[in-house]
């Protein structure tokens, strides 16, 4: 391999004190973090103002950048905080912020001006998605993790803004901010940094029983030499939430693979290397959405370390043909899929067939067992190294920020009606209740044209979820789902899904409509709508779609989980698989209180489901009866009125 005589910056997780001594120790020439608020990690450990500080001055000791997390979806009340936490974030010298929401993004642009990063939450993964980033001021973009090298290529040829792209730890099945599954059955938002990691449960399709959703961790060494042709600013290293030992390897094996590509060697990572690293963190490997499609880890969603295979018991000994265990190694026991007992090897004999006989500390039981390697015997000194740096201690204080934002006298308004659609059978029997049709495209998008024409409803066509390659369309008006798409048809009357995560009055960019974020609560509702004097719509019936994914193996039908909820599986056009909830979202008592507040057009989604329900559904609501709410209730099955009543925390 020739020499890559290209720089390029190695980005690593931190979530705890130790990690971050861990990052530096092994050699990262940046890190990410994030305080008490406003992180998508807020389960980690993280860090208090002056905590910030500290380990802001103690990377900067060591010439490694400090990128700060504020990456989760902002409320109108909570602007002004977030505006204060950025400002002391500016003053004590953090290198960059990470963030995900819109609003955010232009009050830090307006009022702060400080180094923005894209978070991939922000969901940019189009050429498009970057050169509006681009024209917004933001430095960097964290690129979707289902993006292929070559998608990368694509990107990188066409833009001028830096990118990131994760090259190792865990990878969400859903696209990294559109998951609703966590909010939506448990109340806890990932879009909020509180995800509960459905996608790690058991779950049954047809006759298939497995953790379904549960993915494989990215590894991808082999994709360096490729990112670091390409001019990639930086390689990152998922992992905020776990524990210093694996910081350290990480980042310390990806730091060695990057000096061997840039010398052209093709050997990235030694034997031994891939042994630790697989030892320190493992639920399975891929080579990620990279260099491959099939990411998935069905078998167990958990980390078990370094696979070792069979052991066979005698109840004193454990007899395993392997060559990697030293005494100061420790091994884990499972059977069947269950955890049963673990320890450190102490002492070890073999045979010349490459047996090895491992004396238990306590009795085990006589059998066959899946063994796991779950330390090494070099973690203790790495410990030791770890804490022998020292974390300063330092304060820091915020100061008061007041946003100056103008209030709307928004009137209480008869609200129109949206219907989304994706058949003609369910089309003819909603265009009498419906001032506008939001309709999937597919081969029937002509008829369905031709229909609203004739019935004098406006037609929208909605735009993919994922917008990464399609067919430019002609019609005035188009529904958007992401920032790629709103820059493409700029020019259009734009409709906003609610996956654009409309969560705040500051969000850009400014669109002819913007659907609310389904996670908000008619108490974030009315804030927001005091501020914002644009046209605004509300989903008020259908079945919220959980997730988007590129998993390609994933089966149509219905996902159903350990408490007999079904979720529907389906494939767009585009291939792409989505999950829906088991329930209806289902505001019909609610209507009257936000016309009240001045809310423009309500929404129904109606698509794949039967032409008798969805006429029912858009009659009721069209006419506000609230008396036929237990007729449509037991027609269409469970319903809910999500996060409406009392939001996500």
Known sequence: MKRIAVDVELLAPVGYKDALKAAIIGGADAVYLGGKDFGARRLAENFDDGEMRSAI??????????????????????????????????????????????????LIKDSIKMPVHASTQMGIDSLEGVLWAQEEGIERVILARELSLAQIRKIKEGSKVGLEVFVHGALCYCYSGQCLFSSMLGGRSGNRGLCAQ???????????????????????????????????????????????LYVYVATKVYKNAIKR??????????????????TVFNRGFSRGYLMDTNVMSREYADSRGLPLGKGISDGTRLAIKTDKLLPGDGITMYQGGEKLAGFEVKEQSSTRDGTVYLRSPFKMEVGEFMVYKTKDREFDSMRKMIDTMQFPELTANRRPVQLRSARHRRQSRQAEMSVYASSIKVLEKVLPFSDRVYFERNKQTDEARALCADAGKEFVPIMPRVSIDEDRIDDPSVMVCNVGQAHQYSDRRLYGHHSMNFFNSLTIPRLFQQTMSVELSHDDIFETVQHYDGRLEVLAFGRVELMITKDPSLKEGWLEDHLGKRFQVYRDTQGYAHITNSSDLFLLDFLRELEDMGIDSFSLDLRRRHPDLAELAAKVFYERDLDSKAVLKKKCGPITSAHYQNGVP
Do not use: W
């Open 57 to 106: 001055k103690l990377a900067h000791d060591h010439h490694v950048k400090v990128y700060v997390t504020v990456n989760t979806l902002i409320k109108e009340t909570e602007l002004e905080t977030a505006a204060g936490y950025i400002d002391m974030l500016r003053s004590i010298n953090a290198d960059a912020v990470i963030v995900a929401d819109r609003g955010l993004l232009r």
């Open 198 to 244: 459905p996608c790690r449960k058991e779950y049954e399709i047809g006759d298939e029983h497995a953790y379904m959703l549960s993915t494989a961790d990215t590894f991808g060494i082999e994709a360096i030499p490729e990112l670091l042709r390409l001019g990639v600013k930086s390689l990152k290293i998922e992992g905020r939430m776990r524990n210093p």
């Open 261 to 278: 590509a840039q010398a052209g060697d093709r050997e990235l990572i030694t034997p031994r290397e891939r042994e630790l690293l697989e």
